[in-house]
């Protein structure tokens, strides 16, 4: 399989502790981005990379969070002193930018639950 | 949040009808895509229409886009139970490539 995959599926934490999440996207895409959903809604952006650089940081992602895409290749995102508010699932997704507008194709995201 | 709006909420109808789901911006945008998702995974890339296009046609889906009314709609004919799921349009904008999502529809259709 080709597509986007992230690691683990689901992750189960108490409150305080740091996780780390994965992302590998397509193969020669060069951009990658995270998004974070809740139940109920539609994702909303935290940030993205194109290649190794990042290049934008939503306001949603308060200093607890950060996120690296070393080499360009595969992504990781951390959250420091996990809250009860950061249950969500975290999608990855990946694009090819060459000109204007291109897809973002999305992997099947990790559920965090915050106990 | 900058989340578009999407309407209806929630749909039911039987297989064979059609849906029609509309999604409204408050921005101005590069391109329009529309999204779906089944209970708890990831989302599926359906279809993208740039916003120098009015409509666009991919198998049983229609997506017409009007930036003047910073609207478009999504129509699946021949609806059948597999298209049960959640629908998201999603904008991308000039100077950035990051996707603002809209609130979603859950489309359900009975066999």
């Known amino acids: 399989d080709t597509g986007v995959s992230q690691d683990p599926r689901h992750k189960i934490t108490k409150r305080g502790q740091n996780v780390t999440f994965r992302c590998d996207p397509i193969s020669e895409h060069n951009r990658l981005y995270w998004y974070r959903q809740t139940l109920g809604q539609g994702p909303e952006f935290l940030t993205y990379?194109?290649?190794?650089?990042?290049?934008?940081k939503s306001r949603l992602l308060s200093d607890r969070f950060s996120a690296e895409r070393p080499k360009g290749s595969f992504s990781t995102l951390e959250i420091q002193r996990t809250e009860q508010g950061d249950s969500a699932m975290y999608l990855c997704?990946?694009?090819?930018?060459?000109?204007?507008?291109?897809?973002?194709?999305f992997g099947p995201g990790t559920r965090l639950t915050v106990l | 949040s900058q989340q578009g709006e999407e309407d209806p909420q929630a749909l039911s109808i039987q297989e064979g009808e059609n849906a029609t789901m509309n999604c409204s911006y408050k921005?101005?945008?590069?391109?329009l895509q529309w999204y779906r998702q089944n209970s708890g995974r990831g989302l599926v890339h359906l279809i993208l229409?740039?916003?120098?296009?009015r409509e666009k046609h991919s198998g049983r889906l229609r997506v017409t886009l009007d930036t003047s009314k910073k609207s478009s709609s999504l129509l699946i004919t021949a609806s059948r139970a597999a298209d049960t799921a959640s629908y998201f349009c999603a904008m991308g904008s000039y100077n950035t490539d990051k996707l603002i999502f809209g609130t979603g529809t859950r489309l359900q259709v009975f066999p």
């Open positions: 229409i740039r916003s120098n296009e």
């Open positions: 990379f194109q290649n190794e650089a990042q290049l934008e």
């Open positions: 921005t101005s945008i590069n391109n």
């Open positions: 997704a990946s694009s090819l930018i060459l000109a204007g507008a291109d897809t973002q194709y």
